[in-house]
């Protein structure tokens, strides 16, 4: 999965600035200050979404702006099929877009409902379902996901601080690179106190 191309996309000054700041180390991640509907190239959008597949707000309603509103009944209808109703915060549905240069969302709650996540662990947690999801994808005969198209996570209704975010989704990536060969409890514990440690409003 190295061969995998991210690309970080907000409007938003700020969120860029930690976005380079927290992924500055990796070659095959690109940062663009701008609106993903202007990129000419992407596999797979992420969805930052809601549990429930009601994307009728923020980065969702500009997906369905751009792709249609079909996909949303598609989304829901996966989230139907698989899990009753109710997508758990920690899953990532890839589902087609039927556009023929654009194949498919990442649907990945970063949250019930829209309420604020800014002291919890979601955007890791909703980065590395992503992850998984389109390695288990790439592991099928479907075309591949080869370029990931990703907004910030959980940093518009989830009110997460940007650099707080942007540490979470690039611990997730740098984990999902260097897998562990074996799991003992010293691997769990740090990686555990890894993903719990904040950014703070001071930069702590």
Not at 5 to 19: G, N, Q, W
Not at 31 to 38: D, K, L, M, S, T
Not at 95 to 106: D, S, W
Request: glycine letters at 6%; hydrophobic letters at 45%; proline letters at 6%.
């Amino acid at each position: 999965m190295n061969d995998l191309h991210l690309i970080l996309v907000d409007p938003k000054p700020a969120l860029c600035r930690a976005f380079q700041k927290a992924f500055h180390s990796f070659t095959n991640v690109e940062v663009v200050q701008g609106y993903f509907e202007r990129l000419p190239t992407f596999d797979c959008m992420v969805s930052a979404a809601n549990s429930f597949g009601l994307m009728d707000g923020g980065v969702d309603a500009a997906i369905i702006n751009f792709f249609g509103d079909e996909l949303m009944t598609r989304v829901q209808q996966r989230i139907l099929d698989a899990y009753l109703g109710e997508q758990p915060i920690g899953t990532s549905l890839i589902v087609e877009t039927q556009h023929p240069r654009h194949l498919y969302i990442a649907h990945t709650p970063t949250m019930r409902v829209p309420i604020s996540i800014a002291e919890t662990e979601n955007a890791y947690i909703a980065m590395w379902a992503m992850l998984l999801a389109v390695r288990q994808h790439n592991q099928t005969d479907a075309p591949p996901i080869q370029v990931i198209d990703c907004p910030g996570l959980g940093t518009a209704t989830g009110r997460m601080l940007f650099d707080e975010a942007a540490r979470q989704m690039a611990l997730a990536y740098t984990n999902f690179l260097n897998p562990p060969t074996k799991i003992t409890w010293d691997f769990a514990g740090d990686r555990h106190f890894q993903v719990q440690r904040r950014v703070t409003y001071d930069g702590v």
